[in-house]
Protein backbone atom coordinates (compact mmCIF):
# COMPACT_ATOMS: atom_id res chain seq x y z
CA UNK A 1 0.00 0.00 0.00
CA UNK A 2 1.21 3.22 -1.14
CA UNK A 3 2.84 5.60 1.88
CA UNK A 4 4.48 8.84 1.38
CA UNK A 5 5.91 10.80 3.71
CA UNK A 6 6.82 14.78 3.35
CA UNK A 7 9.52 17.05 5.39
CA UNK A 8 11.13 19.80 5.58
CA UNK A 9 8.87 22.66 5.08
CA UNK A 10 9.00 25.70 7.47
CA UNK A 11 8.79 29.60 7.40
CA UNK A 12 11.42 31.64 5.69
CA UNK A 13 11.65 34.56 4.12
CA UNK A 14 11.41 36.24 0.76
CA UNK A 15 14.66 34.91 -1.54
CA UNK A 16 15.61 32.10 1.44
CA UNK A 17 15.65 28.28 0.32
CA UNK A 18 13.78 25.16 1.66
CA UNK A 19 15.03 22.02 0.87
CA UNK A 20 11.88 19.36 0.71
CA UNK A 21 12.10 15.42 1.18
CA UNK A 22 9.84 12.64 0.35
CA UNK A 23 10.10 9.01 0.92
CA UNK A 24 7.63 6.41 -0.60
CA UNK A 25 6.98 2.60 0.30
CA UNK A 26 4.50 0.48 -0.99
CA UNK A 27 5.63 0.76 -4.98
CA UNK A 28 8.15 -0.15 -7.18
CA UNK A 29 10.08 3.50 -6.42
CA UNK A 30 12.41 2.83 -9.09
CA UNK A 31 9.89 2.62 -12.41
CA UNK A 32 7.65 5.08 -11.39
CA UNK A 33 7.50 8.94 -12.43
CA UNK A 34 7.07 11.16 -9.09
CA UNK A 35 6.23 14.67 -9.02
CA UNK A 36 5.69 17.70 -5.89
CA UNK A 37 2.22 18.80 -5.67
CA UNK A 38 1.51 22.14 -3.50
CA UNK A 39 -1.86 23.53 -2.84
CA UNK A 40 -2.14 27.27 -1.31
CA UNK A 41 -5.16 28.31 1.05
CA UNK A 42 -8.14 27.93 -1.33
CA UNK A 43 -6.40 27.28 -4.15
CA UNK A 44 -6.70 24.06 -6.17
CA UNK A 45 -3.90 21.79 -5.94
CA UNK A 46 -1.14 22.12 -8.69
CA UNK A 47 1.77 20.03 -10.14
CA UNK A 48 4.90 21.87 -9.63
CA UNK A 49 7.64 19.81 -10.63
CA UNK A 50 8.08 16.37 -11.95
CA UNK A 51 10.71 13.81 -12.31
CA UNK A 52 10.87 10.40 -14.62
CA UNK A 53 12.86 7.23 -13.35
CA UNK A 54 15.35 8.26 -15.46
CA UNK A 55 16.20 11.61 -14.31
CA UNK A 56 14.25 14.12 -16.83
CA UNK A 57 12.41 16.98 -15.22
CA UNK A 58 10.08 19.51 -15.99
CA UNK A 59 8.47 22.18 -14.31
CA UNK A 60 5.66 24.67 -13.95
CA UNK A 61 6.92 28.12 -15.46
CA UNK A 62 6.37 29.60 -12.07
CA UNK A 63 9.02 27.61 -10.69
CA UNK A 64 11.43 27.25 -13.33
CA UNK A 65 14.99 28.38 -12.60
CA UNK A 66 14.13 28.65 -8.71
CA UNK A 67 13.28 25.01 -8.16
CA UNK A 68 14.86 21.62 -8.73
CA UNK A 69 13.73 18.31 -8.11
CA UNK A 70 15.97 15.14 -7.69
CA UNK A 71 15.02 11.45 -6.55
CA UNK A 72 17.20 8.67 -5.12
CA UNK A 73 15.92 5.24 -6.26
CA UNK A 74 17.76 3.19 -4.10
CA UNK A 75 16.13 5.38 -1.02
CA UNK A 76 12.79 5.45 -2.62
CA UNK A 77 12.89 9.19 -1.90
CA UNK A 78 12.41 12.41 -4.08
CA UNK A 79 13.26 15.83 -2.90
CA UNK A 80 12.72 19.41 -4.15
CA UNK A 81 14.93 22.11 -3.79
CA UNK A 82 13.55 25.33 -3.79
CA UNK A 83 15.74 29.06 -4.12
CA UNK A 84 14.43 32.59 -4.34
CA UNK A 85 11.34 31.91 -2.70
CA UNK A 86 8.62 34.26 -2.95
CA UNK A 87 5.10 35.13 -1.25
CA UNK A 88 3.11 33.32 -3.90
CA UNK A 89 5.03 29.90 -3.01
CA UNK A 90 3.31 29.68 0.27
CA UNK A 91 1.44 26.49 0.37
CA UNK A 92 1.15 23.18 1.43
CA UNK A 93 3.35 20.90 -0.69
CA UNK A 94 2.63 17.29 -1.60
CA UNK A 95 4.67 14.36 -3.29
CA UNK A 96 3.25 12.09 -5.34
CA UNK A 97 2.79 9.81 -8.10
CA UNK A 98 2.49 11.43 -11.63
CA UNK A 99 -1.34 11.34 -12.58
CA UNK A 100 -4.22 13.54 -13.12
CA UNK A 101 -5.01 15.41 -9.84
CA UNK A 102 -8.46 13.98 -9.92
CA UNK A 103 -7.61 10.72 -10.24
CA UNK A 104 -5.31 10.60 -6.96
CA UNK A 105 -6.96 8.79 -4.10
CA UNK A 106 -3.87 9.07 -1.51
CA UNK A 107 -2.24 12.00 -0.41
CA UNK A 108 0.43 11.87 2.72
CA UNK A 109 0.09 14.86 4.77
CA UNK A 110 2.25 16.99 2.90
CA UNK A 111 4.54 19.70 4.63
CA UNK A 112 4.07 23.21 4.77
CA UNK A 113 6.31 26.50 3.16
CA UNK A 114 5.65 29.69 4.34
CA UNK A 115 7.34 32.63 3.05
CA UNK A 116 6.93 35.55 4.71
CA UNK A 117 8.88 38.79 6.20
Known amino acids: QLQLVESGGGLVQPGGSLSLSCVASGIVFRIIKMGWYRQGAGEQRELVASITPGGDTDYTDSVKGRFTISRDNAKKAVYLQMNSLKAEDTAVYFC???????????WGRGTQVTVSS
Open 96 to 106: NIIMPVAQITY
